[in-house]
Structures are given as C-alpha cells and as structure tokens.
C-alpha cells in the first residue's frame, strides 16, 4: 500500500499558522511532504517557523478578517490543495457579560475569516482536483460550556458551515471540521493570563481534570488527525465533524 498520509506535491495554506495548534500543523504538513504557507498576523513569527521548516515552507502576514486582503492573498497563488481555517480567538462570559464589541471581534476572526478564506481559495481547490478544506472548530460548537457563550456560537456557526459547503461541493472538494476539546497551547495560556492572573496553576489543573482522560490535548495530536484528513487514505471523509477531546463529548 506503500507510505499513509503522505501529503507530497501538495500545497497547503494554515491560517493562524505561526503558534499553538496552526504551528503544530504547519510542522505536520509539511513534514508529510507537502509545501505549506504559514498565514499570521505575526508575520515575524511566521517567517521564522517557516525558516525553521526549511525548503518549501513560506509566510505571509494577512489580517484574515479584511476581505480584500484575503483576497489578495490567494489571487497571488499559483496553485492551493489544502486550506486550513485554524485561526480562531476566544471569550469568556455569558450572554449578560459579552459586549457586543466582543461578541463581534469573535464571528470576525472565529466566522467570518473561514467565510473569506474559504471562498478566495475555492477557485485555487476546484481547480487542483484534490483540494479539500480544514476548518479547527472546537467542542464548544458540539456542546455547551459555560461562560463561554460567543465562543460556543462561533465554532457552532463553523460547524454548520462546514456540513453545508461539503454537500455544496460534494465530490469536487472535500470540507471537514475538527474539534478539539481543551489542548495546552499558548491561546491557553493566554487565557489563563487575562482571567486568572493570579490562580494559574489552580486553572490548569482543573483544565485538565477536566478532560476524561486526565489531560489537556496537545497541538501535535490535532495535527496529525489534520494530516489524515488531508490524505488520500481520508478520500470518503466528507462533512465530517472530528472530535479530539480526551472523551469529553462522550460524557
């Protein structure tokens, strides 16, 4: 059957590529053999992984939620693959302690950048053949977590959108979303800094009790399952919704 999950002549973008998760799978693809542009607001950042990947990783600094800049972006491309929509950010609060401002900041990053990636790449993937679309949704869009209203819409809004376009493009790309549940990266920790400044030990031990099997995911497992899914052994895999939450949606 010869090597699985190889990615070889593939060409992937992986929006918020430069940190936590978006950097684990930008390390992944490529090391399954596939050229990958990391996308960053960090372009800094994203240069140095991409220096650090090697030979047929690049970068490119593009605020995801201006339209026009997407795209720009993708029109610049010769040829796309792989589309992964992994940039997201989170808030804490019920309905009562979410500002509109932040209830909007988050569709912006979490919505509508999936929405404007998605449809500026669809050309590059309809033309490739093989392309197919990631989305990193979250077990917040599957189930409710308290405090986290804005968060659970967005990722529930990824969810949807993600079914639709797979029925949409059926047999021309293939659209997937996955969900992990709480993974240790540095959007954790950043968490962490804003609403427990000082009780972050005590948070991140209760963040990973939290999970069934007694700890937070790390971003190398999220990657992975993204390599899977982009390989030609995933060919049926369509409109699928993947967890990867140590149990947690299984309780």
């Known amino acids: 059957m010869g090597a699985p999950f190889r990615l070889d002549q593939r060409r992937a973008v992986v929006t918020g590529g430069a940190s936590g998760i978006g950097e684990a799978t930008s390390r992944a693809l490529a090391a399954a053999g596939a050229s990958v542009t990391i996308v960053d607001l960090e372009r800094e950042r994203a240069l140095a992984l991409a220096a650090e990947i090697g030979p047929g990783a690049s970068a490119a600094g593009v605020d995801v939620t201006d339209e026009e800049a997407v795209r720009q972006f993708f029109s610049g491309l010769a040829r796309l693959d792989i589309l992964v929509n992994n940039a997201g950010i989170g808030f804490v609060g019920s309905i009562e302690e979410t500002p509109f401002a932040d209830w909007d900041r988050l569709f912006r990053v979490n919505v509508d950048a999936v929405y404007f990636c998605s449809k500026h790449a669809l050309p590059l993937l309809l033309a490739s053949g093989r392309g197919q679309i990631v989305n990193i949704g979250s077990v917040a869009g599957l ?58 030990d005590k948070v991140r031990a209760e963040l990973h009790a939290r999970q069934p099997i007694g700890r937070m995911g790390r971003p190398d497992e999220v990657a992975y399952m993204v390599v899977y899914v982009c390989s030609d052994q995933a060919e049926y895999v369509t409109g699928s919704i993947l967890t990867i939450d140590g149990g947690w949606t299984a309780q």
């Open 143 to 200: 189930t409710a977590v308290k405090r986290r209203f804005a968060y659970c819409a967005t990722k529930g809004a990824v969810i949807a959108l993600t079914r639709q376009m797979a029925i949409d493009y059926a047999g021309r790309i293939r659209v997937n979303c996955i969900c992990p549940g709480t993974v240790h990266t540095p959007f954790v920790e950043g968490y962490l800094e804003r609403f427990h400044q000082h009780e972050k």
